[in-house]
C-alpha cells in the first residue's frame, strides 16, 4: 500500500487498504501513517487515539504530536513531547522535534538550533558527528541557520536531500525564491501536484512572481490567483492565518485592496512583526487612500533591503505627503545614496509635493530636477511652484521667510520671461508690504 502511494497508482492504495485487518495493530497504524503522509492529520489522529485507549505505547505520543504540529496545535504537540521525553529523555527523534516547535511555533531559530547541539553533545561517546551522519538533523539544521552567511551551506544541504526528504525540495524552492531565482524555482516546482497547503502556497508564490517580471504574464497571474484561492477559500484553511493571507494576496493581485485589507486586518496582531506583511498591508492600505494607516504600517518594516526599494519609497513618501509632513518626505529623498533610485524619487515627490499644494517642496524639488535633467517642463513646472509660494504667502498661510528663502535661488537654473515677470511681481509686492526680498545665496543640497 505504501509503495503504491510513493509511485502515485492510487487504485492500487485503495486495494491494498480494502485487505487491511481492522483489528490489527499494525495495520491501523500503517494505514495511519498513510494518511499523515496525505496530509489529513485529523484521520491520523483518530486511528492513533483509538489505538492508544486498547495499548499504551509510548511512541503515540510522538506520532500524535506530529499530527498535532502539522495542524498548528502547537501547544498540545509540545505537551506530548514533553510527556515524551520523560520516559525516554535522550530522544533523537523527540528532541528533533521539539526543535521544529520551537522553530515553527516561536520563529526562534537560535533555541531550535539548541536543541539539536545539546543531542550532539550527549553522543560525544559517539565517534561521529550525529548532526553531519543524520540526514534529518542536517537538513532541519539548515533550515535553522537564519545568518545571511548560511545561503551557501542551505544550497548545499537541501539539493543533496532533494530525493530523500520531502521538505528538502520544497525548502529549496524558498531558497530560490528568496535568492531572487524565480527560473530555478519553477523548475522544481512546475511539476508538483500540491496536496497540501504549502505546497500550493509555494506553486502560488513562484507563478505569482514569474507573472510579475518585465511585462506581466497573466497566465502566470492567473494560476497564483487561483492556487491563492484553493487555499484562502478552503473550509480547512480560511480561518487560518495563512488562509487569510492567500486570500488577501487573490484580492490583490485582482486590484482589489478593499478587500485585500478585510483579510490582512484580521491577521495584524499576528504579524505586526513580520516585515512582508507590513509590505503587503501597507501598500494595501496606501492604495486604498488610508494614508495615515499605511504609514504607520510601513514605517514598522525593518530590513534595509526593503526600505531601499524604490517601490517602498514611493509608498512612505507618498504617505508622508498626504498626511502633510512633507519635510519627511524631502528628508528620506536626501538620505537616498542610490542615485537612479533618487531621481526616480526626486521625480515622484515633486509631482506629489505640486499636486497637493506644498508648494515650497515642489519648488525645491522641481530646482533639482531642473539642474539633473534641463527641459521646459521642469523648469515651468518650478515656476510655477513659486507662484504657488507667493499665493500661500498673500493668503497668509505661510510666513515671509519661505518666500525669502525661495526667492533668494531664483536666479539659479534656466531664465525664462515667466520667471523674470515672477521675480518683477514678487519684488513689487514686496516693497508695497515692507518685505525685501532678494536674490543672493547659492543653493545647496544633495546631488
Known amino acids: 500500500m505504501h509503495c503504491a502511494f510513493k509511485l502515485g497508482i492510487g487504485s492500487e492504495v485503495i486495494d491494498n487498504h480494502s485487505k487491511l485487518n481492522k483489528n490489527s495493530v499494525a495495520d491501523q497504524l500503517s494505514w495511519a501513517a498513510l494518511q499523515y503522509l496525505k496530509g489529513e492529520y485529523d484521520d491520523a489522529i483518530e486511528i492513533y487515539k483509538r489505538v492508544y485507549m486498547d495499548k499504551k505505547y509510548d511512541a503515540l505520543n510522538i506520532y500524535l504530536a506530529m499530527c498535532y504540529l502539522k495542524d498548528e496545535f502547537f501547544d498540545i504537540s509540545l505537551d506530548l513531547v514533553n510527556h515524551y521525553l520523560n520516559l525516554h529523555k535522550d530522544s533523537i527523534v523527540a528532541y528533533n522535534l521539539k526543535a521544529v516547535l520551537e522553530y515553527s511555533a516561536n520563529g526562534n531559530y537560535k533555541a531550535a538550533q539548541n536543541y539539536l547541539l545539546y543531542l550532539q553533545e550527549i553522543s560525544k561517546s559517539s565517534t561521529t558527528n550525529l548532526i553531519e551522519e543524520s540526514d534529518l538533523l542536517r537538513h532541519n539544521m539548515a533550515v535553522f541557520d537564519n545568518e545571511e552567511t548560511s545561503n551557501s551551506n542551505k544550497l548545499k544541504v537541501f539539493s543533496s536531500l532533494i530525493d530523500v526528504i520531502p521538505e528538502a525540495k520544497l525548502n529549496l524552492i524558498i531558497y530560490y525564491l528568496r535568492n531572487d531565482q524565480v527560473s530555478q524555482a519553477y523548475t522544481l516546482i512546475k ?43 478552503s473550509a480547512s484553511e480560511c480561518d487560518t492565518i495563512e488562509g487569510r493571507q492567500c486570500m488577501a494576496s487573490c484580492f490583490r493581485l485582482n486590484g482589489m485592496f478593499s478587500d485585500e485589507i478585510i483579510y490582512l486586518e484580521s491577521i495584524e496582531a499576528y504579524l505586526k512583526d513580520d516585515d512582508d506583511f507590513n509590505w503587503n498591508y501597507g501598500i494595501a492600505l496606501a492604495a486604498s487612500q488610508k494614508y495615515k ?48 533610485i533618487a531621481l526616480y524619487i526626486l521625480n515622484f515627490i515633486a509631482h506629489e509635493f505640486y499636486r497637493m499644494g506644498h508648494f515650497y517642496f515642489s519648488y525645491k524639488a522641481f530646482l533639482f530636477l531642473e539642474k539633473f535633467s534641463p527641459s521646459i517642463e521642469n523648469t515651468n513646472a518650478k515656476t510655477s511652484s513659486v507662484i504657488g509660494v507667493f499665493y500661500q504667502l498673500i493668503s497668509g498661510k505661510i510666513g515671509s521667510e519661505r518666500m525669502q528663502e525661495v526667492f ?40
Open 293 to 340: 494607516e499605511a504609514e504607520a504600517v510601513l514605517t514598522r518594516i525593518k530590513k534595509e533591503k526593503y526600505k531601499t526599494d524604490n517601490v517602498y519609497l514611493s509608498w512612505i513618501c507618498r504617505c508622508y505627503i498626504m498626511n502633510g509632513k512633507p519635510e519627511l518626505a524631502w528628508n528620506l529623498y536626501i538620505s537616498i545614496e542610490n542615485h537612479l
Open 191 to 233: 511539476d508538483i501536484q500540491p496536496n497540501n497547503t504549502k505546497e500550493y502556497i509555494l506553486k502560488a508564490v513562484v507563478h505569482c512572481m514569474l507573472g510579475q517580471q518585465g511585462e506581466k504574464n497573466q497566465e502566470h497571474l492567473k494560476k497564483a490567483q487561483t492556487y491563492f484561492q484553493s487555499i484562502g477559500a
Open 408 to 447: 533668494q535661488y531664483l536666479s539659479e537654473g534656466i531664465q525664462t520671461e515667466e520667471i523674470k515677470k515672477v521675480v518683477k511681481v514678487i519684488k513689487k509686492w514686496g516693497k508695497e508690504n515692507g518685505y525685501n526680498f532678494s536674490e543672493q545665496v547659492e543653493f545647496e543640497g544633495a546631488y
